[in-house]
């Protein structure tokens, strides 16, 4: 099994031993996403002398044996037990590493239920396909972000991982059988369409959604570059519409930056491969045109769905001096349980910092966010973040594939669990009413997943009218006033100046 992940992993030059990633996908080399399509005898010579450490209890073998029934029911005759060999090592995988335990039962049904769904005829099945529709359910039934993938699947992640891949630029997810927008990525096709973070998918090329998988979906979506699908968009507050976008290989670029007078402004997009680079390179770049008149850093993380957890521990570092960056504690105790910590040197020199988030801020996000909150570090404006923090493993199975599969939950330095809460802004941006429910939607609204483990904190904030700052023309020369609050903040010569400035109040 490779090292636990929350969205991928890569060797960090600021934190040797860490080896564990947050939700988007998993650098891995190509080779290592199976063993080609036959188990190997080693595998179960080493189990003969060791033991399999997820073998079967009694009533988990009686549950692998109603999938076996199905299986022989509708799987084509003579098809050989490779593929059910396939089903049965995910199956002692899943129910042996989840987050927490789940009944074996409700694995199995999961399954089963995945293959009635194809309504075919008994033994019309290729045992791929059926296995397939199987695990897709059986880790659909565990919460949003734990999926099987095929090879192609996994492919696709691990080139993604590296900041490069095929597509429309668009992160979703499944809710109540409907595919939902967590943002589309900036300077992709998906972007330049105008697709927007809460806008619900209802049809790829005039095909419903509804009823289909995630991996389905995805795999839609996926295609050549230079051809075209046909999205149908429900928005709230306007009638169904259809976009035509044509796809792409997306090449994100992760880092962008900038300066605004003498405060610094760099805007983190996604945590691919390439963040702790490109963010010290924009230290360097802005540090060069600023020299002593700089003031301080804006670091903007909004509409940031997260990424590797690698890159959120080496950008968290960047910036602090010492201390406990997140811990991510499992099911298997202090064996499985990671605790990541600052070693020496801020690339600021402990100039005033800002991190801006909103709903958008997922994982990756929000442990950067949630780091430099609790060592004071910098000061978090904006909404609060959309509370994604459990922490996904990527494990090629021995046939091909892989299981991601939720193996932990990640904490703030200060104890804080993230997962279906997020990070409470110091600064809240207020909003109308009729705003607010539409910025609503969170991990913790999301079909199947799992809940906060604790009580929320109290947590006192300081409410600003963002409409009050001075708005700051963003890339789409449209005027960002939250940036223009995060730069007036830093530019004041205290906060309590910027306060009375603004017409802050506090709120609990």
């Known amino acids: 099994m490779l090292p636990p992940m929350m969205d991928g992993w890569r060797k960090s030059p600021k934190a040797l031993a860490v080896m564990v990633t947050i939700a988007m996908g998993l650098s891995l080399l190509a080779g290592l996403s199976g063993c ?58 899943a129910r042996a590493k989840y987050v927490s335990e789940i009944s074996d039962a409700k694995l199995i049904d999961a399954a089963i239920k995945g293959v009635n769904e194809l309504k075919a005829e008994p033994h019309s099945l290729q045992p791929p396909v059926l296995v397939e529709a199987a695990l897709d359910a059986m880790m659909a039934s565990l919460d949003p972000h734990s999926r099987y993938l095929n090879p192609d699947e996994l492919r696709e992640t691990q080139l993604a991982t590296k900041g490069e891949f095929g597509g429309l630029g668009i992160e979703v997810t499944l809710e109540d059988e409907t595919l939902k927008v967590i943002a589309p990525i900036e300077d992709t096709p998906a972007f330049a369409a105008g697709i927007k973070a809460k806008d619900t998918i209802t049809h790829l090329d005039g095909d419903p959604i509804k009823g289909k998988t995630l991996t389905y979906a995805v795999g839609r979506m996926r295609g050549k570059p230079g051809s075209e699908i046909r999205l149908t968009i429900a928005r709230e507050g306007a009638s169904p519409f259809d976009v035509t976008i044509i796809r792409a290989v997306i090449k994100v670029k992760s880092v962008r930056w900038q300066t605004e007078g003498n405060v610094g402004y760099i805007r983190v997009t996604g945590f691919n491969e390439n963040v702790e680079i490109n963010v010290e390179k924009a230290m360097a770049d802005i540090s060069l045109k600023t020299g002593a008149r700089l003031k301080g850093i804006v670091l903007d993380l909004r509409n940031n769905p997260g990424g590797l957890l690698m890159e959120s521990v080496a950008l968290s570092d960047l910036f602090l001096d010492k201390g406990r960056i997140v811990s991510v504690l499992g099911r298997g105790g202090p064996e499985s349980d990671r ?44 909404r609060r ?33 993230i997962q279906a809460r997020g990070v409470e802004p110091d600064i809240l941006f207020s909003v109308k009413d009729e705003e607010a429910a539409k910025d609503g939607r969170h991990e913790a609204d999301l079909a199947g997943a799992l809940p906060a483990v604790s009580a929320s904190p109290a947590h006192s904030r300081i409410v600003v009218d963002e409409k009050e700052c001075p708005p700051v023309a963003n890339k789409n020369e449209k005027a960002d006033h939250q940036l223009g609050c995060a730069i007036a903040l830093l530019s004041a010569e205290s906060q309590e100046k910027f306060l009375a400035s603004f017409g802050a109040r506090h709120s609990m």
């Open 36 to 93: 080609g399509n036959e188990e190997s005898p080693l595998r179960y010579v080493i189990e003969a002398v060791r033991g399999d450490p997820y073998a079967l209890s009694g009533a988990g073998t009686e549950e692998l044996g109603r999938f076996n029934a199905v299986y022989s029911q509708y799987a084509v005759r003579q098809s050989g037990d490779k593929q059910l060999n396939h089903f049965r090592d995910a199956f002692k995988l």
């Open 339 to 382: 605790v990541y910590t600052a070693r020496s040197g801020d690339l600021a020199s402990g100039l005033p910092m800002v991190v801006l988030i909103d709903g958008g801020s997922a994982s990756a996000s929000e442990i950067v966010a949630g780091a430099l909150q609790d060592h004071r570090r910098a000061t978090v404006m904006g």
């Open 385 to 417: 973040s959309f509370g994604k923090g459990s922490v996904q493993t990527i494990t090629p199975l021995s046939m091909e594939g892989a299981l991601k599969l939720t193996t932990q939950l990640y904490y703030s330095p200060s104890g804080r669990a």
